[in-house]
């Protein structure tokens, strides 16, 4: 299995920046691709940002040009820099691993972090 374990998340006022970072570890053989969700109260979970272990990278449309997936493969460790933050950004935001365990692939989950943007 994957353990995925988030940090960075605060509170910030508008505009300002925030960045987040997620450890990967366990028993898997590899993983493909990584990435950040997230879910503010009473809504669904988005994804954010996705980045493959190949360095392809895709976006929601609403953080598009203000945020920046990256990751360190050597570290197994995924980083979402968040600039220009906004009152909407506010949410649990969750790292994502899509990872070989054995013969199979399968995703997992971090506990989440919150991140909080005042007006």
């Known amino acids: 299995q994957v353990q995925l374990v988030e940090s960075g998340g605060g509170l910030v006022q508008t505009g300002g920046s925030l960045r987040l970072s997620c450890a990967a570890s366990g028993t898997f053989s590899s993983i493909n691709a990584m990435g950040w969700y997230r879910q503010a109260p009473g809504k669904q979970r988005e994804l954010v940002a996705r980045?493959?272990?190949?360095?392809?990278?895709n976006y929601a449309d609403s953080v598009k040009g203000r945020f920046t997936v990256s990751r360190d493969n050597s570290k197994n460790t995924v980083y979402l820099q968040m600039d220009s933050l906004k009152p909407e950004d506010t949410a649990v935001y969750y790292c994502n691993a899509e990872a070989r365990v054995g013969y199979l692939r399968s995703n997992y989950w971090g506990q989440g972090t919150q991140v909080t943007v005042s007006s």
């Open positions: 980045i493959t272990s190949g360095g392809s990278t």
